[in-house]
């Protein structure tokens, strides 16, 4: 049983690092955020780091039944995050394909 977790965890990394890989690839593009609160931010990528945080420039905060509210920048703790929104332009398979190559 040992090893099936070993094996899990490495396979989850691997995904979680091709998710790193691929938000990383998008910066200075928008992109819109759902919370796991409920809360949609829409802004401009400005960073990434391998714990999924996210650092956003010329954000909106909508929360349902209040008021928008315009931040200069905000950083997004990766835990907190249930939904990233991409690019319409982005082209997912290209980019999995890219990254299943390197491994």
Known sequence: IYLKIIILRHFILKIFMKLYMIIKKIVDEPI????????????????????????????????INSNTIFLKGIAIRGNNIRYIILPNWLNLDSLLYEFSEKD
């Open 32 to 63: 819109t955020l759902e919370l796991k609160n409920g809360m949609i931010i829409h802004g401009v990528l400005q960073n990434v780091d391998k714990c999924l945080n996210i650092f956003l420039k010329n954000a909106k905060r909508s929360v």
